[in-house]
């Protein structure tokens, strides 16, 4: 439905203005970098935008500061709870750009009768892509190759096949889904792990585990795939990875708190035939401890930074924006 939402908008004429003046905050911070259509949109609808001056996540403090006086926001990856909505009285709707409302404080916006939306289809592809990508680079040892190669060494380091390895996926939503599909092409017996799965999973995927403790035990790669909760803060900790092979890969392209950094540290340093590749941290910037080390792959939360994905999710979380305001004028 978003698809041909996107299309029907973006190839009609002009918007006619909203009477009075919205005001929002577009906090993202990367937003229209490749394509100012979301941004002409917001323009024609007669919505008035602040762009995140800092060009990273906002802390609490400073999404206050800057929503002060906002009727609206595309969000970003910053938090919304209590105590900051609690501090906007102006917020109608949040449009996330993005699929993950993990952050929101969403018993609050009820009582608030403040929107909620997100865009949970255009990012999958791109996720799923750069989490194998990830799991090749980790596997291959191709980042530390390179790096030495540029810098005029020429050193082999030896790696290992993805083909008919044991891979658990945690979390089988949208993108852990997608991930079992790529994944399907080098013979890989899959073990997920998702107790609100309740579909039957098609032999193509693999087998459907009751207990993390088969993952833990029995997967040459881990790639997590779910949401920050109470239950999932910390999911890889020094007891989980204790009870993994030595040798173990672990994916993380979803939520940097699910992995507790320290406890990660240490097994990566204690079993240097281990490897972590992670896209997301619980501090972002992020320039702790594991950045040192050789068995690691970081990138910056470039999850859904493709074209492709960017141009699509901005577009359509602008959309979500402006057919707020337009039905509730």
Not at 32 to 38: D, H, I, K, L
Not at 149 to 167: F, Y
Not at 240 to 245: G, H, N, P, R, T
Not at 254 to 280: K, M, P, T
Request: hydrophobic share 40%; aromatic share 6%.
């Amino acid at each position: 439905m978003w698809l041909s939402e996107l299309k029907n908008l973006h190839g009609n004429g002009k918007l006619q203005p909203f009477t009075i003046m919205k005001k929002i905050l577009i906090s993202t911070s990367s937003f229209a970098t490749e394509s100012r259509e979301p941004l002409n949109r917001l323009t024609e609808a007669g919505i008035e935008y602040v762009i995140n001056p800092l060009k990273r996540k906002l802390t609490s403090e400073e999404t206050i500061e800057l929503m002060a006086d906002k009727d609206g926001v595309i969000a970003g990856t910053e938090a919304y709870p209590k105590s900051v909505l609690d501090k906007l009285p102006n917020l109608k709707v949040i449009s996330r750009c993005g699929a993950g409302t993990d952050g929101i404080d969403k018993e609050a916006l009820r009582a608030m009768n403040i929107l909620l939306f997100n865009t949970p289809q255009v990012h999958v592809t791109a996720v799923a892509e750069l989490t194998i990508s990830g799991l090749l680079a980790l596997s291959r040892k191709i980042v530390s190759q390179h790096q030495l190669l540029v810098a005029g060494k020429w050193e082999k380091k030896m790696g290992v096949n993805i083909s008919n390895k044991t891979v658990g996926i945690i979390g089988f939503g949208k993108v852990g889904q997608a991930v079992a599909r790529m994944l399907s092409g080098f013979s890989c017996k899959l073990l997920i792990y998702d107790p609100f799965y309740t579909s039957s999973i098609d032999p193509l995927f693999g087998k459907n585990v009751s207990s993390l403790d088969e993952i833990w035990s029995q997967a040459d790669i881990i790639s997590l795939h779910i949401p920050s909760t109470s239950e999932t803060k910390g999911l890889l900790n020094i007891e989980s990875l204790a009870k993994m092979k030595r040798d173990v890969l672990i994916l993380n392209t979803s939520r940097g708190d699910l992995i507790q950094e320290q406890a990660l540290h240490q097994f990566l340093i204690a079993n240097i035939s281990a490897g972590a590749y992670l896209d997301v941290f619980d501090q972002e910037p992020y320039a702790g401890s594991l950045t040192q080390l050789p068995n690691v792959v970081l990138t910056p939360h470039v999850g859904t930074f493709t074209l492709e994905t960017r141009t699509n999710m901005e577009l359509e979380a602008a959309i979500n924006l402006i057919n707020y305001f337009k039905n509730n004028e």
